[in-house]
């Protein structure tokens, strides 16, 4: 039987008794090569947008099996009564299974890509104090198609760890079918579960940004995002870090409404075959 989001809210409450150290660990393991990564770029080649977009594209790819898959089975499988453990995220890294990971994972990142073009063109007139107003509200006219998109791409990691795969490109196809009427209650779900942490997150930045804002007005100097500084990029990563230790509860609402849709979709396909017999 589906849960309904506040059911869903509530099961994910008792479901990770016991485990939110684990989930912590293994949410905070799958996002540090993204956040390594941000961190280099910014402050060691902060201005090189369309490296950036290429070096990006490629880290996604070749993380997507821990990062994305194994991160996604980790929560399945929690949902599902499963103790986690932290060699759970590698579920995907063996020698049969990597490469179809990593063929999913580029057509997963080629379409998210695709979504972003705007988004950095955007930023490469405003880098070069071009008059980008039109794009800009080009790009903001591509948010929300992203944020669709997304949403109706959110089972694959799921799919992929509760049922045995017939086709790497219909795993796209089942995804997009299955979430078609879902997307707004799987939006609603995430707002949910998520403002409050990224409140929290938000205000711990506020709280260790002001000390430095005094010590830049004494000193006249650019101590949050000058040339070569880290002071900035390591306050948002403190942020970001906090919002991942206290959000795994968060995570695994949000495979308990995936596995909602995967287990009645077992459910139908189980009714239509006796159905299909009792008519024999």
Not at 7 to 32: D, F, N, T, Y
Not at 60 to 82: D, K, N, Q
Not at 91 to 110: E, K, M, W
Request: charged content about 15%; aromatic content about 12%.
């Amino acid at each position: 039987m589906a849960l309904n989001n506040k059911a869903l809210r509530e099961q994910a409450r008792l479901r990770i008794k016991g485990h939110w150290g684990i989930l912590a660990l293994i949410l905070l393991a799958s996002i540090l090569p993204t956040l390594v990564f941000v961190f280099i770029s910014e402050v060691f080649f902060p201005e090189m947008i369309i490296l950036y977009a290429i070096l990006s594209f490629m880290l996604s790819v070749i993380t997507f099996p821990v990062v994305t898959l194994g991160f996604g089975h980790a929560m399945l499988r929690t949902w599902r009564g499963e103790k986690p453990t932290f060699y759970m995220l590698f579920r995907y890294c063996n020698q049969r299974d990597f490469p179809n990971a990593i063929l999913v994972g580029t057509i997963y990142h080629s379409i998210l890509s695709l979504l972003s073009i705007p988004q950095y063109i955007n930023q490469i007139f405003t880098r070069d104090s071009v008059d980008s107003a039109i794009l800009f509200w080009f790009s903001l006219v591509f948010l929300p198609i992203s944020i669709w998109v997304t949403a109706r791409l959110m089972l694959i990691p799921y799919m992929i760890s509760a049922e045995p795969v017939d086709s790497l490109f219909s795993l796209f196809a089942e995804s997009f079918r299955r979430m078609k009427g879902n997307v707004g209650s799987y939006i609603r779900l995430t707002i949910a579960v998520m403002w409050w942490r990224v409140l929290v997150a938000f205000l711990i930045c506020i709280v260790l940004l002001i000390p430095v804002f005094i010590i830049e007005v004494a000193l006249d100097a650019d101590l949050l995002f000058g040339d070569g500084s880290i002071v900035g990029v390591s306050i948002v990563a403190i942020g970001i870090l906090t919002f991942l230790i206290i959000s795994p509860r968060a995570f695994l609402t949000l495979a308990g409404f995936a596995n909602n849709h995967i287990a009645s979709e077992k459910e139908l396909r189980k009714a239509e075959s006796k159905k299909a017999v009792s008519k024999q």
